[in-house]
């Protein structure tokens, strides 16, 4: 008897001691308090520290709300919050992005806010972009924080030196200003090539301009007449172009550069031209190589008919489907994306804002923004585009067409054969085969 | 009534008897109660997942849409040898494992002879030899990435300045140049491991052997060959089956230095099978695992089988002959 008492008390003990190793359970009443599980995505140090700063100031006003915040590394956020989505526990608000929506809300994983939205003067204050990611097809499922749209950062000293005016306005300015830059013997590129993690991405960019005049804005990987942008010819002349700048205007080894890559050379001063977001204004205000006059940022260049298609990439906040507070939660993502904390949130992480209002601002009318509010004013020549970031299969997309541009860039596909390929890849997943 | 100590009646101590006998159900029981934890926490970390990743194999799993997760047999296996990208993995995945290991032993070894030598100052110069099997191979991964660097790399940098080549060589943009980086880290990542074994098997051998065989007039080489190697070959031979497999595993130092680029060429089966898991495709991720685990277990069996003792010989008649 004594034995069964002790088997079974270990037993108990084990099994105990095994369902507390399986974690915190979603957010939890401690003394009427309610506790909320918020994670976030593309973590960085700095950001994580002003979320913090947001997500205190939200506890000071509202009591009873207390916000745990998790930060995964970047490269893995998305996963583990994928996990957690799935196990249906740990998680209330979550940062959605363009390309986990879809998968999240097929998955019935994140819930539909726009019962909750409706009424809500926040909703007012976005503008017409933040707006229309706020309420695709009808519902609600992410509220967004900020823009994430491409500009043409360029050495205003190496431009003025090749006996260039200004900076490039269109692609074929561009190679022609990067060729002329271009000095390999002193170390010196034309232009930050993206050829590692992202360089489908950009690669897509010059195609779009190139089309754009046949090109479906709602679905901007797709022509008018219903074919996808990798069959038109134009398409073609884009990427030898495209093969022309990496080839004579940019480093050998930019095949294998990424993110940190290709801002690193241009923050050193090695090349001349970076094709990036608005996040990257702040590491190059840091720069001890480049000093504040010798660079700028001028709009994306433009297609050979004048018009250049910017697929404004965005994320935001979402509220998890298991969550069990979900109008805490609610309240939370409100707060995070109106008012003070949506513009601090802008300004401290260099993302194209969502509120009207900071068109008056004068942080975003000067210097290096300036190009920002440009493209805004010029809606007819920057043509705001909906890439379809949100399938199923965008992470497949974008491993393949990374690995294809380097398949272009070192020699083993030619430009119509790497379009061949993407365009019967995305026919046949459109035919969903 | 008290009993008088002196008229107890001796205890004798129980005869002896089979080791089956006195393993009773109670006593079963007793050591089922303190083995249960360890056999709960191993069946919760390691079986369910084990078992749960091998039953995804043959499933129609797709974290992005999972609307549909039905048994698809061995459709994951048979789309994976029809993909040229799976095979060309399975090929960078021999070279990855072969160059890597093969440096790795060689001068794992050299450093254990030197490092068992009596000097100045040891104790440190192991502690400095040993540190890189401290460090994550994600982050070694991104240390070398910057290191390979084209441009801003100290490998170039330094190779110009040794007057070793005269323009950069682009290590991680060519596909040629980018295996050999890889293998590089990994060389310098895993040497440590062998040496640590190798140096902990070499304190294990007499020093008598090597002064029977000084006496006899053998040299170093037949030293080694004679007396050293004989001495350690079963650590030897654990520790390369050790490393075959890690190595094979590892994906982490590739997916720092080259996320499996340029166009493919570092990817290799392991590498390849977190961009799929990425991806969300779990059926075909859990496909790979489960060929992986397959071809490491045979080749684990083939190679205990050949490097097996077939004739016992003494390492001194071996030296004496």
């Known amino acids: ?70 930060s995964p590394p970047t490269n893995q956020a998305d996963q583990k919050i994928q996990q957690m989505l799935q196990s249906g526990k740990g998680v209330d608000v979550l940062e959605v992005r363009d390309t986990t929506v879809g ?36 519902k609600s499922y992410m509220v967004p924080y900020g823009f994430y749209g491409l500009s043409l950062f360029y050495r205003k000293d190496l431009v003025q030196q090749a006996g260039f005016s200004g900076p490039p306005k269109s692609w074929a300015e561009l190679v022609e200003q990067a060729k002329k830059i271009n000095d390999p013997a002193k170390n010196r590129y034309g232009y930050s090539f993206r050829g590692g993690l992202g360089a489908g991405g950009n690669a897509v960019a010059i195609i779009s301009g190139y089309v754009i005049d046949e090109l479906n804005h709602d679905n901007a990987f797709k022509l008018t007449d219903g074919k996808t942008i990798f069959s038109s010819p134009k398409a073609v002349d884009a990427l030898n172009l495209y093969l022309d700048l990496f080839k004579n ?135 705001v585009v909906t890439q379809p970031r949100g399938v199923p299969w965008s992470t497949e997309w974008g491993n393949k067409s990374d690995a294809d541009v380097q398949k272009l860039i070192t020699g083993k596909a030619q430009p119509a054969e790497i379009l061949k390929g993407w365009d019967d890849y995305w026919t046949q997943k459109w035919a969903g085969k | ?100 290991l093969v440096p790795q032993f060689l001068i794992g070894f050299a450093m254990a002879l030197w490092l068992r030598r009596k000097f100045r100052f040891r104790g440190t110069y192991q502690a400095l030899v040993f540190f890189p099997w401290a460090v994550s191979g994600f982050l070694i991964g991104i ?13 170039n940098d330094l190779l110009m300045k040794a007057h070793l080549i005269d323009t950069p060589v682009p290590w991680l943009a060519d596909a040629k140049y980018a295996m050999v980086a890889v293998i590089v880290a990994n060389v310098w990542y895993g040497v440590t491991f062998f040496a640590i074994m190798i140096l902990a098997a070499l304190q294990s051998v007499p020093d008598e052997l090597y002064e029977a065989a000084a006496i006899d007039g053998a040299g170093k080489v037949r030293t080694l060959f004679g007396i050293t190697i004989p001495s350690i070959r079963t650590t030897l031979a654990l520790t390369v089956l050790l490393r075959v497999i890690w190595i094979f595993n590892s994906p982490e130092l590739i997916f720092g230095m080259t996320g499996g680029g340029p166009a493919n060429a570092t990817h290799t089966v392991t590498s390849y099978m977190i961009q799929v898991t990425q991806e969300g495709d779990y059926g075909r991720a859990s496909a790979m695992g489960v060929m992986v685990v397959f071809v490491l277990i045979l080749f684990a069996i083939f190679y205990l089988l050949a490097i097996r003792p077939r004739t016992p010989r003494t390492t001194a008649r071996k030296v004496a002959g």
């Open chain 2, 143 to 155: 240390l070398f990435r910057w290191m390979f660097n084209g441009e801003f790399g100290v490998v």
């Open chain 1, 1 to 70: 008897m004594r034995y069964r008492q002790m088997f079974a008390s270990i037993a108990a003990a084990a099994v105990v001691a095994a369902v507390a190793a399986c974690g915190p359970g979603p957010a939890d009443k401690a003394n009427g308090e309610v506790k909320l599980q918020m994670v976030e995505s593309l973590t960085n140090p700095t950001r994580t520290a002003l979320l913090k700063k947001l997500i205190a100031d939200f506890e000071a006003k509202n009591s009873g709300i207390k916000v745990q915040l998790i």
């Open chain 2, 1 to 100: 009534m008290a009993v008088l100590q002196t008229e107890r009646p001796v205890r004798r101590p129980p005869a002896r008897t089979s080791h089956r006998r006195q393993f009773t159900g109670r006593t079963a029981l007793v050591l089922l109660a303190f083995m249960l934890p360890a056999i709960v926490f191993v069946a919760l970390f390691t079986y369910y997942p084990l078992l749960n990743g091998i039953q995804m194999a043959f499933r129609n799993y797709n974290l992005n849409d999972l609307s549909d997760t039905s048994w698809v047999g061995l459709k994951n296996f048979r789309t994976l040898l029809h993909d040229d990208m799976f095979r060309g993995t399975v090929k960078n995945s021999v070279v990855w494992v072969v160059g890597s």
């Open chain 1, 103 to 138: 998968p999240f809300s097929t998955n019935k994983w994140i819930y539909d806010m726009a019962p909750e939205l409706k009424g809500w003067d926040g909703l007012s204050a976005l503008t017409e972009n933040a707006l229309k990611v706020t309420q695709q097809g009808g």
């Open chain 1, 249 to 383: 205007a940019s480093p050998k080894s930019s095949v294998s550069w990424g993110y940190p890559e290709m801002v690193q050379g241009f923050t050193s001063g090695t090349t001349g031209f970076l094709l990036q977001d608005p996040e990257v204004i702040a590491t190059v205000k840091e720069s001890k190589t480049i000093k504040e006059d010798q660079w700028g940022t001028a709009p994306l260049p433009v297609g050979p008919t004048g018009k250049a298609a910017q697929p404004l990439a965005n994320a935001g906040w979402g509220v998890a489907q298991g969550s069990e507070h979900k109008a805490e939660a609610v309240k939370l993502v409100k707060f995070l994306t109106s008012g003070d904390a949506a513009m601090t949130f802008s300004k401290e992480n260099s993302l194209v804002p969502i509120l009207k209002s900071a068109a008056d601002d004068p942080y975003f009318k000067d210097g290096p923004w300036a190009s920002y509010v440009a493209m805004n004013s010029s809606p007819d020549t920057y043509i």
